[in-house]
Nanobody, 124 residues
C-alpha cells in the first residue's frame, strides 16, 4: 500500500515562508519512476494545481506561484518538497501531494496516489 504523508504546514504571516514535505512509503514503490505534484484546496473552492515535478526534474507551476514557490524532489529519500516564499493570504489552503506513473500534468484526475493534506494558513 502506497502512503504519502505531508508535513510542514502551519500558520505564517504574509510575506513569510514555509517548506512542505511529502514522504512516500511503500514496499514496492520506486519513487524515481513517479511524477510528483502539489495541489491545494481552499475553503469553499475546488482543489487546484500548484506545482509538479517530472521524473527527470522538469517542473511546471501555477502562474500565481511562479517565482515564489519551488518544487523539488529527493529520490534517495523518496520525498518531494514545496518551498513557499513570500506567502500571501490567498495561499491559505490544505496542501496535498500526489503521485503517478504517468506524465507531469496539472490535472488532479491524472494522479493516482494522494496524501491526507497539510493545512497552510497565511495571516494578513
Amino acid at each position: 500500500q502506497v502512503q504519502l504523508v505531508e508535513s510542514g504546514g502551519g500558520l505564517v504571516q504574509a510575506g513569510g515562508s514555509l517548506r512542505l514535505s511529502c514522504a512516500v512509503s511503500a514496499r514496492t514503490f520506486s519513487f524515481s519512476l513517479y511524477v510528483m505534484g502539489w495541489f491545494r484546496q481552499a475553503p469553499g473552492k475546488e482543489r487546484e494545481f500548484v506545482a509538479t515535478i517530472s521524473r527527470s526534474g522538469g517542473t511546471i507551476y501555477k502562474d500565481s506561484v511562479k517565482g515564489r514557490f519551488t518544487i523539488s524532489r529527493d529520490n534517495a529519500k523518496s520525498a518531494v518538497y514545496l518551498q513557499m516564499n513570500n506567502l500571501k493570504s490567498e495561499d491559505t489552503a490544505v496542501y496535498y501531494c500526489a503521485a503517478d506513473r504517468g506524465i507531469a500534468t496539472m490535472r488532479d484526475a491524472d494522479y493516482r496516489y494522494w496524501g491526507q493534506g497539510t493545512q497552510v494558513t497565511v495571516s494578513s
